[in-house]
């Protein structure tokens, strides 16, 4: 009659926050805030199908779990302390079989007061956030993907899109110079580690590819007379595969940020479309939404 076919569940929307003090110097101070999603699977189905709750680690159980981890452990960088977790949830409970762990990091940067850094002072200067999924899987190692969201970009030249299919329902005309402007979304999907020795082995490796990924989006962006979003999405993609050698695929989701030009003929002929256009009408929706993900060869493609 009937079958349940999926079953997961946890804690979502876990906020934490963590200060690490200088054992030498107490005012000297590193701070991370994140918010953390964990979710299970395994011989659970009972609580679903019979009433029966008996192998349900209740989610509030998971939340604690979270704020005594991130005291026991280091929390950056976050793919290992995400690792951590799901590897903790596999060793304490049999009856589990893997362990879901989503992480959102908070942007808090450093401030610069009279050109020195402040040892304890912090801005947040961006609302762009770095996210991590790590899946533990019991028998199969751990999975992790890295990401980056909410990283606004702009430039006001420097950018075409001309030569695509033109029919009757086809309105757009071809430009060789327009702002272009996009939030963008990606992510990068490691290697599968044996364990979670085999994460720490790596562990340095996560912080340098987010600094390599993002200097290299922006880099790209900026400099490259863009003939269209998805080139440059794929150029981007290249380069972090060449940059991070364990890294297998890289997915980019770029969506359009349109500034119309505004037709101001009808005051006086003022001029303010084509070469003349100065004043634009930012819109919100609908956009153009571009995708793809770039995968090193000899791995099979997730297209």
């Known amino acids: 009659m009937a079958s349940l076919s999926y079953a997961r569940y946890g804690k979502d929307n876990v906020r934490v926050y ?31 199908t019979h009433s029966d709750n008996r192998n349900i680690v209740a989610t509030d159980t998971q939340k604690q779990t979270v704020y005594v981890m991130a005291k026991l452990h280091p929390v950056n960088p976050p793919e290992l302390f995400a690792s951590i977790l799901g590897q903790h949830f596999l060793d304490q409970y049999d009856h589990i079989s893997a362990a879901h762990v989503t992480i959102t990091v908070h942007k808090w940067t450093r401030m610069q007061l009279d050109g020195q850094a402040h040892p304890h002072s912090f801005v947040r200067d961006g609302e762009e956030k770095r996210t991590v999924e790590a899946v533990a899987r019991r028998g199969q190692g751990i999975s992790i993907r890295s990401g980056i969201t909410g990283l606004l970009v702009l430039k006001s030249t420097g950018s075409q899109f001309w030569g695509f299919h033109r029919d009757e329902y086809t309105r757009l005309p071809e430009t060789w110079d327009r702002i272009l402007s996009t939030e963008v979304e990606a992510g990068w999907r490691w290697r599968n580690f044996s364990d979670l020795e085999d994460v720490k082995k790596d562990v340095e490796a996560f912080d340098k590819a987010f600094k390599d990924v993002t200097k290299i989006t922006l880099e790209t962006f900026a400099k490259e007379n863009s003939p269209s979003v998805q080139n440059t999405m794929y150029l981007m993609s290249e380069q972090i595969l060449a940059a991070a050698p364990r890294v297998e695929s890289v997915e980019y989701s770029l969506p359009n940020k349109h500034y119309f030009e505004i037709d101001m003929t009808w005051f006086n002929g003022l001029k303010n479309t084509g070469k003349d256009a100065e004043v634009y009408a930012p819109q919100s929706d609908p956009n153009g939404l571009i995708q793809c993900t770039v995968t090193r060869k000899g791995v099979a493609s997730k297209l």
């Not at 590193?30 to 999603?37: A, P, R």
Request: aromatic share 4%; net charge negative.
């Open 18 to 48: 963590k200060v690490h003090r200088s054992p030498t110097n107490p005012s000297q101070q590193d701070v991370t805030e994140m918010t953390v999603c964990t979710l299970l699977e395994g011989d659970i189905a009972a609580s679903w």
